[in-house]
């Protein structure tokens, strides 16, 4: 008697341990995304609570959505698209910089400059994409020549980031 | 009594050509004192004022980059990723500056180092990266050897990321060989205090190794080295920022502290002035008096 009744204890501990588990997973499934994006001089969002974030890397443009599975990336020049719980996009340019997604679903971008792209300025950036193509056809050794590549780059990104 | 006969003995005691010598200081000594002291006060005032606005626009700055620091420590903690302490090769690298008068600043960074090394018991196997001339100069007395990279020509402007990017990659490239690594730097606490704390540096290798590393998707060894070197450019640009706010207040501080204290000097001296002059006038009174009652 006192068997069956402490067998049957240990079933529904074990059913009651079973739900609270499920349950768990569920709220997990639900995560909120603490995301931080900030760059040396400015922070954007601080442990924000966003519903997805498009970035641009070097191995590949994907989208960030809460509970994304935990990877690193590093930046490449382009625009980051953050969709807000609100649903407004808000765009910012970045030039370089890494992505970390944690297992707890928090994102942190950092980047080395990053700007909202109202704040770009079409003219000095046709300037700009100008002199740093003279530079990568007059350039010298190796490193110069990477380095003004990499400023081609840049700034052909910006000009895409202001066109869009 | 005794200024007559100064006055009639001239070349037995030729250094005292004033009249009221005898260990108190004549008067125009006193004067030339205040002089400095006054001096001294408006300079220590006008650097606590410039400390003052550098200060300001540094604590402004320091918020983002706090958040940014926070940012880029994130992963190494989530990662669980630990600094093994058995292992030999330490790189240290200290954050101080070229300039001086910011009260105890440098110091607390380099006597930390000091403190640590002398904890592992390895000074051979410690290297040191030291960034400012402040920082260099209190270590050649003792660990000059273990000086490998020194940055001057910092501190005079705010720091940016590419003095940072500039550290970081004298660390990425250093012939010494580190199983790990440790960044030295003050932590502004407040406007009257600062912690001197330090932050572990982590290689690709030991992040491979860690608990968590496995959780994390498709990364390949590329990827991860170039998040490790942009990472390690954040922590020192972050170490940088809370550095120089750190120095910027205690510079303010000192500098008050200073002002205060040139100016109680000031009070003692103007009274011991005042007291010495009433003292002439009362002595030039009496001779004239007695000089005047004689005839």
Redesign the interface.
């Known amino acids: 008697m006192a068997a069956a009744v402490l067998r049957q204890a240990a079933r529904t501990s074990l059913r009651l341990q079973q739900c609270s588990r499920l349950i768990a997973a569920s709220h997990r499934n639900y995560a909120d995304m603490a995301f931080?994006f900030?760059?040396?001089?400015?922070?954007y969002y601080?442990d924000a609570k966003v519903k997805q974030i498009d970035v641009p890397t070097?191995?590949g443009n994907f989208g960030i959505l809460p509970d994304h599975?935990?990877?690193?990336?590093?930046l490449k020049p382009g625009v980051i698209n953050v969709t807000e719980e609100d649903g407004s996009n808000k765009k910012y340019f970045v030039s370089?910089?890494?992505v970390?997604i944690?297992?707890?679903s928090?994102v942190?971008?950092?980047a080395?400059e990053a700007h909202p792209v109202d704040r770009l300025d079409a003219a000095s950036i046709r300037d700009g994409m100008s002199k740093a193509q003279q530079q990568a056809s007059s350039a010298a050794s190796e490193t110069a020549k990477a380095e003004a590549q990499i400023a081609v780059e840049c700034y052909e990104a910006l000009q895409k980031a202001v066109d869009a | 009594m005794e200024a007559i006969l100064s006055r009639a003995t001239p070349m037995l005691v030729p250094q005292c050509g004033q009249l009221q010598s005898r260990g108190m200081a004549t008067l125009k000594e006193i004067r030339i004192r205040l002089k400095s002291v006054t001096n001294i006060q408006k300079i220590t005032k006008s650097m606590k004022m410039v400390s003052a606005a550098k200060y300001a626009r540094a604590e402004r700055e320091l918020k983002p980059a706090r958040s940014y620091g926070m940012g880029a420590k994130a992963f190494y903690e989530k990662v669980e990723v630990a600094q093994d302490e058995t292992k030999p090769n330490h790189l240290m690298v200290a954050m101080s500056s070229d300039r001086g008068l910011c009260g105890g600043i440098h110091s607390a960074v380099i006597k930390y180092i000091k403190a640590k090394m002398e904890e592992e018991g390895s000074s051979d196997d410690t290297r040191i990266i030291v960034v400012g001339d402040k920082g260099k100069a209190i270590l050649q007395r003792t660990l000059s050897k273990n000086i490998i990279h020194s940055f001057s020509d910092y501190g005079k402007r705010p720091p940016i990321f590419a003095d940072a990017a500039l550290v970081a990659n004298t660390i990425l490239d250093t012939d010494f060989k580190y199983d790990r690594a440790t960044l030295v730097f003050n932590t502004f606490k407040s406007v009257i205090s600062y912690n001197t704390t330090e932050l572990p540096l982590f290689s690709p290798s030991a992040i491979e190794g860690s608990t968590k590393f496995n959780l994390y998707d498709s990364l390949d060894e590329d990827v991860l080295r170039c998040y490790n070197e942009f990472s390690l450019a954040s922590l020192v640009m972050f170490a940088m920022k809370e550095g120089a706010c750190s120095e910027q207040s205690s510079r303010m501080t000192a500098m008050d502290a200073a002002s205060k204290n040139a100016g109680e000097m000031i009070d003692k001296l103007t009274l011991t002035f005042n007291r010495t002059r009433q003292a002439v006038i009362t002595r030039e009174l009496i001779e004239i008096i007695s000089g005047a009652a004689a005839l």
């Open positions: 931080t900030a760059s040396p001089y400015d922070v601080k070097f191995s599975v935990p990877t690193l990336a590093v370089s910089g890494s970390t944690n297992d707890d928090s942190q971008i950092l080395e």
